[in-house]
């Protein structure tokens, strides 16, 4: 009697166990949510990430609401805001997944997390490759922006990640748009001058042989060397 009492005993005590899990798990608000971004409402759904939190507050330690919420910006990212480059919500998905692959102990949402960070990195180099390539020196700092948001995003998934080749393209780029700077007004940039020398210094001491940026190199210093030739040949005719 007393066993089968032990027995009822610890039944109900792990029925109370589970119910209370239960109500700690269950958030109203989070479905309603996943109900919105399966329907693709995905301004809507994004509404209610705060919501969630609100209501819920365990959730901000829960690596499957970062998952969603990383979805749901990175949706809106891709559909909404077109990719573009100032899209907020690009950012707020890389947050996400970062918090989801912090908080994910088993794994169970790994695979998926490091898709999309990789797919995001990929979206920040290719955007700074983008600038580089139109010879935007109107943009030119939002390079460095975009390249480092890149490095930070690979190095959070791939620790051992060498840069090396990306490097020297970053570098040889931004030299060619300082030189190209410099060249559209050679007496009051000054400055990107010396900084297109040190971009194409920082790819050919990862790579010597780098032809590109020993090329480039040689010409900025041989057309110093013109330039200071005529300003001494302008000096001497003003003497005379």
């Known amino acids: ?125 290719n955007d700074a490759i983008l600038i580089l390539q139109n010879m935007d020196t109107l943009h030119f700092e939002e390079i460095k922006s975009f390249y480092q948001k890149y490095k930070d995003i690979t190095s959070a998934i791939s620790p051992d990640y060498k840069f090396d080749q990306k490097e020297i393209e970053i570098n040889y780029g931004l030299g060619m748009l300082y030189k190209a700077k410099y060249e559209n007004n050679k007496k009051g940039y000054r400055n990107y001058m010396d900084s297109s020398i040190s971009c194409f210094n920082r790819a050919i001491t990862i790579n010597p042989n780098d032809y590109s940026s020993n090329y480039n190199l040689g010409i900025i210093y041989h057309n110093l060397g013109v330039d200071i030739i005529l300003d001494d040949l302008e000096i001497d005719a003003d003497l005379e």
């Open 1 to 125: 009697m007393k066993q089968n009492l032990k027995i009822l005993f610890l039944f109900v005590f792990a029925m109370l166990v589970m119910t209370a899990h239960s109500q700690t798990e269950y958030c109203p608000e989070m479905q309603l949510l996943l109900q919105k971004y399966k329907q693709k409402e995905y301004a809507g759904a994004k509404s209610y990430l705060d919501t969630v939190i609100q209501k819920c507050p365990e959730r901000k330690d829960d690596a499957y609401y970062w998952h969603i919420s990383g979805f749901i910006n990175l949706d809106i990212f891709k559909l909404v805001d077109n990719r573009s480059p100032v899209s907020k919500s690009r950012e707020q998905a890389v947050n996400s997944f970062l918090n989801s692959k912090k908080l994910d102990n088993k794994d169970k949402y790994a695979d998926h997390n490091s898709q999309a960070l990789k797919f995001l990195a990929s979206t920040y180099y």
